[in-house]
């Protein structure tokens, strides 16, 4: 018998499965964001050596810290393919919350707290309602309820300001109950890291785990990458897509809460402007508007690359118009890679 009856044909060549090659392009995406994050950062020490200072570093962690805990609840709703706009004002409707019936009403901060996160809870269930009952597209519904919330801001406030540190005419401040509330961001450490940045790191474990390594983020981004599949397979579509709105609103709201905590002063208009920042974080970090597409980090490198040229050009002094034509570049930018990268995963599986 001959060699060449011998030989057996080589085995064919295993490519990446489907999830194989979405991971590595997610790593990709991410590996890409950090390296930039450091570019950055590289570029501000050569133009000026002052932003190698610790202390800015920090600066820098704190700056993000609240976009990042928004940023993480909407990387959810945008993940199970839906959009939610209402979560900076229902930043400001907890802190006002809070403000209104603590120190107004006289209500004990600990007590205070989980009525204000359980507004929280109801504007989520509200908005997922709407959107799951009635099928009113979410963009559509969370814009109505950016402009409600932000009335509501208006009229529990009576468009005041308050500050535990100096309540109003007649109400007192527990001091016990004011030192905790503090507490909740106070810097710690050399370097005066705010206890925020902990808060943070923390909520982005428990997020990180529930939508990577459980079975709720599972059918997330199952629902997310297509919800026809996903009511085939008789998955809970319309009480997942609610879930996500509510883990959204519950974020905003922490976000506000520790907000007011470290600055100590509550506006009828705060969290307004944290709109633009953190969806651009989101989907800098990779999230897909098409859904079914998100990680926590790079939601996290997000936001650090939007403080880290906050900071940055703040330090720098160009003028805000160069801040807002970086973030809109940048967010521009964002978008675009993230449609090259979908179109070139569509030539691929053809």
């Not at 939610?84 to 019936?101: C, H, I, K, P, W």
Request: net charge positive; proline share 5%; hydrophobic share 55%.
């Amino acid at each position: 018998m001959s060699s060449s009856d011998t030989t057996q044909p080589a085995p064919p060549r295993q490519g990446f499965s489907a999830a194989g090659k979405a991971t590595l392009d997610a790593a990709l995406r991410v590996g890409g964001l950090f390296a930039a994050v450091i570019a950055v950062a590289l570029v501000f020490i050569f133009i000026n050596p002052n932003f190698a200072n610790p202390n800015l570093a920090v600066s820098v962690l704190r700056a993000m810290s609240s976009v990042a805990i928004m940023a993480m609840g909407l990387t959810l709703v945008i993940v199970v393919g839906e959009i939610d706009l209402s979560f900076g004002a229902m930043y400001g409707l907890a802190a006002n919350t809070l403000a209104v019936v603590w120190i107004v009403m006289g209500v004990s901060v600990y007590l205070a707290i989980p009525i204000a996160i359980g507004v929280g809870i109801l504007v989520g269930l509200f908005n997922g309602f709407l959107v799951t009952r009635f099928k009113i597209p979410s963009f559509i519904v969370t814009l109505g309820s950016y402009n409600l919330l932000y009335g509501l801001s208006l009229w529990i406030s009576n468009t005041g300001t308050f500050n535990p540190n100096y309540p109003p005419p007649g109400g007192t401040v527990n001091q016990g109950e004011l030192n905790f509330f503090i507490g909740l961001t106070q810097n710690i450490g050399k370097y005066s890291l705010s206890i925020e940045i902990f808060w943070m790191l923390g909520l982005a474990v428990v997020v990180g785990f529930l939508l990577h390594r459980s079975l709720f983020g599972f059918r997330l981004m199952a629902i997310g990458g297509n919800p026809e599949a996903g009511r085939l397979a008789r998955l809970p579509v319309n009480r997942y897509k609610i879930l996500a709105f509510i883990l959204c609103s519950i974020l905003a709201s922490i976000a506000g809460i520790l907000d007011f905590s470290f600055i100590q002063t509550s506006q009828p208009d705060i969290g307004l402007s944290q709109t633009f920042p953190v969806f651009a974080a989101v989907i800098i970090g990779g999230a897909s508007l098409a859904g079914g597409k998100g990680t926590i980090i790079g939601t996290l490198g997000g936001a650090l690359l939007l403080a880290e040229l906050q900071i940055g050009l703040a330090l720098l002094s160009p003028g805000p118009h160069v801040q807002q034509i970086f973030l809109g570049a940048v967010t521009i930018g964002a978008v675009a890679l993230d449609l090259f990268l979908t179109k070139l995963r569509k030539s691929r599986a053809a």
